[in-house]
Each structure stands twice: as C-alpha cells, then as structure tokens.
C-alpha cells in the first residue's frame, strides 16, 4: 500500500521506518529541509535504539523516501497520517497549528479519495476538526473529491521506540466508517498476527483513550511520588513500600517507581492538556492539576536536596551530575528533571558537571557554551573536583559504580540520587551519605 507520513519526529519517523520495512511504500514528509536532508542520507537527529538502521533499510531499498514536497506526498498515497506536533500552546492548550497546516495542504493537492488518519495526540474531537477543514476548503474551492478521517493515536515509548512500533499492545482505530476500518486492517495486518489487536471505536473514544491512558500512568507516578514524601516525613523506605504494594496485581509493578519526577514529550505536555480539555468543557480535573503540581513539586526535590547539604549559596562548589536524559535510552532532554536541577544549582551560584551517555549534545544545544557547565565524557570525569554527585537518570552505566571512586573524588561523600539506584544499607557501610527518594530510613541514618 501506499502510505505518506506528515512529520519526522519519533511518532512519525518511527511509523515509517516500521511501515517501510514489512513492504509497504511509504513518503515521509517534513516541512525541515534540513532534516530531510540528513534522514535522505540515513542519518536520524535525533538516538533512538535500532531506528538508524531501520531508516537506512527503508531508504536504500527504495520503499522508504524523505521528501519537503507536499504535494507528492499527497498526491503519492491513498493513506495520508499526520504525525506532527501539538504542544503546549497558552493554558496547556494543544496548539493544532501544524496539524491544521497538514490538513490544509491535504485538502490543497488532493485529486482522488484520500483517508486521512490523525497519529499525533490531539484533543478530543481534533480528527473531526481535519475533516471539516479539508471539506471546507474543498468546496470552497469548488471541488468534490471524498476524504474520510480515522483516529489512530500511537503509544510507543522513546528509548523502546521501535520494538513497541514492531509489537503493539492494541492498534487503536477511531471511524465511523466500517470501510475505512477494513482498509487500515489491511494496513495493519502484519502488527496483528499473533492475536487481534485492533481495537474499533468511534473518533472520540479514541482520541480520549490516548490521553487517559497517559494521565493514568502520570498519575501512577506523582501518586508514588506523594507516597515517597510521605515516607521521607514518617521514616519509611518507599521501595520496600512499592515493592509491597506492586505485588497486589490490581496494583502491579508497573510504573510506581518514585523518582526525580516525570518528563518528557509526552506526559508533562498530554496532562496539561487534558486538563485544559476538561476546563473547556466546564469540569475542573482536580486529579490531573495534583497529578501536574506534584510533579513540579517533584522536579525541583533534587536541587532543594543539594540546598539542605551545602546551603543556599553554592558559589564555590560544584555539583557533579549524572544523566541528562529524561530517562535511559534517549537523547532528549524535553521537561527532564536535570534541567530543573542544573536551573536551581545556577541560580545560587554552584556549577554543574555532567555525564550523560547520549544527551550531551541535546545538551549543548540548549545551553550553549556557558562557564558554570561542564560536559564531560566520562561518569568518572564528571565526579573530578564536584562536592557531591547528583543522580538523575537510571542509565545502566549508573547501576554499580566504583563507590571507592567517588568517595574519593567528591569532597563531601554525598550522593543524592534521583531514581533510588543504590542500596541504603551499603551506601552507609562505605559512609557515604546517601539520599534518595522517599528512603526516609536513610535521612534517619545518614550522616
Ligand atoms: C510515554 C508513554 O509511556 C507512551 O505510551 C506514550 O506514547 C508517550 O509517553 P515516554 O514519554 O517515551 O512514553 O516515556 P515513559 O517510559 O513513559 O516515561 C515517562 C516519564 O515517566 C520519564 O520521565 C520516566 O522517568 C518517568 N517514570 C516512568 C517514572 O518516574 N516512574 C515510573 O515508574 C515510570
């Protein structure tokens, strides 16, 4: 089948790499000359495992082609996606703005029945919307050619990316058009051959089911989190409490590890969305403003930490710091929580030196060259004249570090770690004060 993708970041690039590669003919289309460029050549910018391959594939057999040319990548397919970005416009709003700007040009070139599938997250009713905007422009222009519009929002996580892609847990199809169901079946077939998969709905449901699915599993986390300041006040050790409380498999393993607070593309972006969503619609969503408030909340424990050991002016002192990443396996630095902890430790004075395994140039396109930040190559070179090491990703480069070396390195054997990699009992026997979250066991021992 013929397919084109609006949109190269990780839900569209991701979707045409995967699409390309089980045989279907796919045009990717980006409005970033620059970056369909570099993806023409095989090149990705931005890391996500088995991705660059996959791309490479695509393109030298020919099945998978960049193109800044809207009109052939309109012209070219019968199944149109729009993988662009809505983000956080004023309020949390999504801004539709690029999802509207794909419809018009859709609605522009077309000459023969298109089906248009939204794959971005959108607000609720937004595939509706791109309906009647291309229906619109048609007749104003006169010309009576049949669009139809499907929902299917996509759930892969970075860093998994391209194995969720591969192996989805549900293929989510919004239409009220059993014909139009068919057709993405058939679209589909080779992501659903072990068990049915697909799951039918009207637009709406689906459209909603994106969202609520990320604003549970946001709210899964700021509720541990909360539980972890709990534990901290009351001197309880929160992972004894979330690995009791993960056994109860109504409860589950899954996403309760309290941490240094969620980022990324996704949850900060989707929640406040939804929030706003629900706003319109005259409901208060108190449970997705406590969900956001924690988690601001949460960002800024690390540096307020850092703060409680050294004091409030940092002038003179340097924080070491490892991960930069909003979590393993990415590069992308979107609303991570070392960027609230480098922003609090800037702001009293104390300089940062950072190791991340992928994300140092993400880095230093955000930050430049500037004197309070060093970007090292090496976990060890981060550590060499800090006064404490500040943890805020679970890269599994950080799991069993040489402690000797860090005792040794920092001046103050302090390590305040924002994903609870260590254990507390051994980090005492070494001496080294250890702070994690929700380990209120250790602010009782610790030094
Ligand atoms: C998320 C959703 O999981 C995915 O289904 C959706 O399509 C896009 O948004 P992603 O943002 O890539 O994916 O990463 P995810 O693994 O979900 O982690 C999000 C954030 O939550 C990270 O900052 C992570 O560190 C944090 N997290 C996750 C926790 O703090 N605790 C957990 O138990 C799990």
Redesign the pocket.
């Given at each position: 089948m013929n397919i084109s993708i609006f949109g190269s970041g990780y839900v569209g690039l991701v979707q045409a790499a995967m699409f390309a590669d089980v045989g279907h003919r796919v045009i990717c289309m980006d409005i970033d000359s620059a970056r369909v460029e570099r993806l023409q050549n095989g090149d990705v910018p931005f890391f996500e495992p088995g991705l660059a391959q996959l791309i490479l594939d695509g393109v030298s057999s020919g099945q998978l082609t960049f193109t800044t040319d809207a009109k052939a990548a309109v012209q070219s397919s019968d199944y149109l996606f729009i993988c662009v970005g809505t983000p956080s416009g004023n309020n949390g709003e999504a801004d539709l703005s690029y999802v509207l700007d794909v419809a018009s040009s859709i609605a522009r070139y077309m000459t023969s029945r298109k089906v248009v599938i939204t794959k971005s997250t959108v607000p609720v009713g937004t595939t509706d919307k791109v309906h009647a905007h291309i229906t619109e422009a048609l007749v104003q222009q006169g010309r009576n050619i049949p669009v139809v519009t499907a929902s299917n929002p996509?759930?892969?996580?970075?860093?998994s990316a391209v194995a969720d892609c591969r192996s989805p847990d549900r293929i989510i199809i919004g239409t009220n058009s059993p014909q139009v169901l068919e057709e993405l079946r058939i679209l589909y077939q080779a992501f659903n051959r072990n068990h049915e998969k697909i799951m039918h709905m009207d637009t709406r449901s689906a459209e909603l089911t994106k969202y609520a699915?990320?604003a549970l599993?946001a709210t899964?986390?700021s509720f541990?989190n909360e539980m972890a300041t709990i534990a901290e006040a009351v001197g309880a050790d929160i992972e004894y409490v979330r690995r009791g409380m993960g056994s109860d498999p109504r409860i589950g393993y899954?996403?309760?590890?309290?941490?240094c607070?969620?980022?990324?593309?996704?949850?900060p972006k989707d929640v406040r969305a939804l929030k706003h969503l629900a706003e319109q619609h005259n409901h208060s969503a108190s449970i997705l403003t406590a969900v956001h408030d924690t988690n601001q909340r949460q960002k800024n424990k690390l540096a307020e930490r850092v703060m409680s050991c050294l004091g409030n002016n940092l002038t003179g002192k340097t924080i070491a710091l490892w991960g930069l990443s909003?979590?393993p396996n990415t590069d992308d630095m979107r609303e991570a929580p070392s960027r609230h902890l480098m922003d609090g430790v800037w702001s009293c004075g104390g300089k940062v030196r950072a190791f991340d395994p992928q994300a140092t140039e993400s880095c230093r396109e955000i930050y430049g060259e500037r004197d309070d930040l060093v970007l090292c190559a090496s976990k060890e070179e981060a550590l060499k004249g800090a006064d404490v090491l500040v943890i805020c990703t679970e890269w599994k480069a950080f799991w069993s570090p040489d402690f000797d070396l860090i005792k040794q390195e920092l001046s103050a054997p302090i390590v305040i770690d924002g994903r609870n990699l260590y254990n507390t009992a051994q980090m005492e026997e070494l001496g080294i004060a250890y702070y994690g979250i929700g380990r209120g066991r250790s602010l009782v021992t610790s030094p």
């Amino acid at each position: 089948m013929n397919i084109s993708i609006f949109g190269s970041g990780y839900v569209g690039l991701v979707q045409a790499a995967m699409f390309a590669d089980v045989g279907h003919r796919v045009i990717c289309m980006d409005i970033d000359s620059a970056r369909v460029e570099r993806l023409q050549n095989g090149d990705v910018p931005f890391f996500e495992p088995g991705l660059a391959q996959l791309i490479l594939d695509g393109v030298s057999s020919g099945q998978l082609t960049f193109t800044t040319d809207a009109k052939a990548a309109v012209q070219s397919s019968d199944y149109l996606f729009i993988c662009v970005g809505t983000p956080s416009g004023n309020n949390g709003e999504a801004d539709l703005s690029y999802v509207l700007d794909v419809a018009s040009s859709i609605a522009r070139y077309m000459t023969s029945r298109k089906v248009v599938i939204t794959k971005s997250t959108v607000p609720v009713g937004t595939t509706d919307k791109v309906h009647a905007h291309i229906t619109e422009a048609l007749v104003q222009q006169g010309r009576n050619i049949p669009v139809v519009t499907a929902s299917n929002p996509e759930f892969l996580k970075e860093g998994s990316a391209v194995a969720d892609c591969r192996s989805p847990d549900r293929i989510i199809i919004g239409t009220n058009s059993p014909q139009v169901l068919e057709e993405l079946r058939i679209l589909y077939q080779a992501f659903n051959r072990n068990h049915e998969k697909i799951m039918h709905m009207d637009t709406r449901s689906a459209e909603l089911t994106k969202y609520a699915s990320n604003a549970l599993l946001a709210t899964k986390i700021s509720f541990m989190n909360e539980m972890a300041t709990i534990a901290e006040a009351v001197g309880a050790d929160i992972e004894y409490v979330r690995r009791g409380m993960g056994s109860d498999p109504r409860i589950g393993y899954h996403f309760i590890y309290p941490g240094c607070g969620y980022g990324g593309s996704c949850f900060p972006k989707d929640v406040r969305a939804l929030k706003h969503l629900a706003e319109q619609h005259n409901h208060s969503a108190s449970i997705l403003t406590a969900v956001h408030d924690t988690n601001q909340r949460q960002k800024n424990k690390l540096a307020e930490r850092v703060m409680s050991c050294l004091g409030n002016n940092l002038t003179g002192k340097t924080i070491a710091l490892w991960g930069l990443s909003f979590k393993p396996n990415t590069d992308d630095m979107r609303e991570a929580p070392s960027r609230h902890l480098m922003d609090g430790v800037w702001s009293c004075g104390g300089k940062v030196r950072a190791f991340d395994p992928q994300a140092t140039e993400s880095c230093r396109e955000i930050y430049g060259e500037r004197d309070d930040l060093v970007l090292c190559a090496s976990k060890e070179e981060a550590l060499k004249g800090a006064d404490v090491l500040v943890i805020c990703t679970e890269w599994k480069a950080f799991w069993s570090p040489d402690f000797d070396l860090i005792k040794q390195e920092l001046s103050a054997p302090i390590v305040i770690d924002g994903r609870n990699l260590y254990n507390t009992a051994q980090m005492e026997e070494l001496g080294i004060a250890y702070y994690g979250i929700g380990r209120g066991r250790s602010l009782v021992t610790s030094p």
